[in-house]
């Protein structure tokens, strides 16, 4: 019997070099949004009780919200989600509202708080939902998690609340969050959109997210290794929030030693433009979406003719573009909500191979201590 390998490493050398997790958890996201799906399938009949009527009053305001890594999953669903659902959807950290609740919470509005938590124990989403409770008088709360006994799952409770559990492997033991963020954008998109609807397209997405870890690994390896030090990801609407993670995921697991930027195609020429030089790669996340699509490659075209990057990669589900690309195959018609899973799965594995590449143990990359996988230190200050 063959040893398993996780993105193209041994079982052994990871384990030497405190990577297991991290790799695993990266591996197993087309599993385990597969297993979402079920369990969104499976508890539907609840979801769509609680939800439905909710949604369907014209008066209703929602929340998308989480701390970290958690709140970014909002940044990527929000827009999708106010076209979808015609209402007022917002993404809100957490550690904005517990901070100033008065500028982010109407007491005569009602408002469905949406909160993401991987661990469910952050002291800022457990005060979120507190504060919500005292600051607006019609509250309705939707937990996203990933563990059972954290805080948070217990926080919603019937009949103005309601927990989505998702699959136990995405409590993510590794300190980045990876497959509990792809499954947590999932669950939110599905449940708020239309648990049905996604049964005939999780096959295509997790067979996506597949053959990005299976076919792109070596190319990323190789970038990795071209040591650069500065990273650039730029995605439209949806995409913004997907490179606001990305280039998370690179700040932690390299302990800051490889500069990250985040922006849109069309924003990054106010100024941020200036962070790329030579040293640098950009990587864009190119949308589906015909007109989006242009001003995508509007910039593209740029970078590549102004030669000040050190390398130029376009993520894209279209063909037809030339150049440096990691093609995604089987979504060239889909929605870009269907693409955040592929699309976050590539600097996820990049930002694991920059880790190695630097020394460092990907499960727990920061050797002083200064971050910790459930954030540490928040005092969450009594309101007058």
Not at 52 to 81: K, M, N, Q, W, Y
Not at 152 to 157: G, I, S, V
Request: aromatic fraction near 8%; charged fraction near 20%; proline fraction near 5%.
């Amino acid at each position: 019997m063959l040893a398993p390998t996780f993105l193209g490493f041994s079982e052994s050398f990871l384990q030497a070099r405190g990577g297991l997790w991290t790799a695993r958890e990266i591996v197993q996201q087309p599993e385990m949004l597969r297993e979402t799906q079920k369990i969104l399938m499976t508890h539907r009949s609840a979801i769509e009780a609680f939800l439905e009527p909710l949604l369907a009053r014209p008066d209703i305001r929602v929340i998308l919200t989480g701390a970290g890594t958690s709140a970014f999953i909002g940044d990527s669903l929000a827009p999708c989600l106010a076209t979808k659902l015609h209402r007022r959807v917002e993404a809100i950290a957490t550690t904005d509202l517990i901070s100033a609740p008065d500028l982010y919470f109407a007491k005569d509005v009602p408002t469905l708080l949406v909160s993401f938590g991987r661990s469910g124990n952050s002291p800022e989403s457990v005060a979120a939902v507190e504060i919500a409770q005292r600051c607006v008088d019609d509250l309705y709360n939707l937990v996203i998690t990933c563990n059972a006994e954290g805080a948070l799952a217990k926080a919603a409770t019937a009949p103005s609340g309601l927990t989505i559990l998702l699959p136990e492997p995405t409590h993510d033991r590794s300190f980045a969050m990876t497959s509990s963020y792809s499954c947590m954008v999932y669950a939110g998109l599905v449940a708020l959109s239309g648990i049905a609807a996604f049964e005939t397209k999780i096959g295509a997405i997790a067979a996506a997210v597949e053959q990005a870890i299976g076919d792109y690994t070596d190319i990323l390896k190789e970038a990795c290794e071209a040591g650069y030090e500065r990273v650039a990801y730029l995605g439209s609407h949806i995409f913004k929030g997907t490179a606001r993670e990305a280039a998370l995921k690179m700040m932690e697991l390299t302990n800051g030693a490889v500069a990250t930027l985040f922006d849109s195609p069309v924003g990054v020429r106010h100024g941020p433009k200036t962070f790329v030089n030579g040293k640098t790669l950009v990587v864009l996340f190119m949308s589906n979406d015909p007109y989006t699509r242009q001003y995508d490659v509007d910039m593209l075209n740029e970078f590549r003719n102004d030669h000040i990057a050190g390398r130029v990669i376009a993520l894209t589900a279209q063909n037809g573009l030339a150049g440096d690309l990691i093609r995604i195959h089987g979504l060239e018609k889909a929605d870009d909500t269907a693409l955040l899973f592929p699309y976050i799965v590539v600097p996820q594995i990049f930002a694991f191979q920059q880790s190695l590449h630097h020394g460092l143990t990907p499960d727990k990359p920061n050797p002083n201590g200064t971050v910790h996988r459930v954030v540490q230190g928040v005092h969450i200050h009594e309101r007058a």
